[in-house]
């Protein structure tokens, strides 16, 4: 039976949330679908430069880990997120802005 997922817009606020308490900004800069949107990261290090994180399948886990799909200029990655809004009307895109390209991704319970 397939693992129950977390809505959309909890786990932004979620997210939001953790970010605030660990002192770096972020931005929600497209609100998706509140229950089933996908949610993208963007990480902008200030130097102009930018990092896309997105959650994908791992098939041999069957888990939905996050991976860093590019990392780019901050135009190009606008481009591309711009390219994905273009598919997915329910896109959530959150900008942090982390000199050192922390997003805390990584950590328990954000997956």
């Not at 605030?20 to 497209?30: C, F, G, N, T």
């Not at 679908?33 to 949610?39: E, K, L, P, W």
Request: charged share 30%; proline share 5%.
């Amino acid at each position: 039976m397939p693992e129950a997922r977390l809505a959309a817009g909890i786990w932004v606020s979620a997210y939001l949330k953790r970010l605030q308490l660990a002192d770096i900004p972020a931005y929600v800069i497209r609100h998706g679908d509140d229950t089933a949107g996908a949610v993208m990261v963007k990480c902008a290090t200030l130097d102009g430069r930018a990092s896309l994180w997105a959650r994908e399948w791992d098939f041999e886990t069957d888990q939905r880990p996050w991976t860093r799909r590019s990392e780019a200029s901050e135009p190009e990655i606008d481009a591309e997120i711009a390219r994905n809004s273009g598919y997915d009307p329910d896109l959530w895109v959150i900008e942090i802005e982390s000199r050192d390209g922390t997003t805390l991704l990584d950590q328990a319970g954000l997956a």
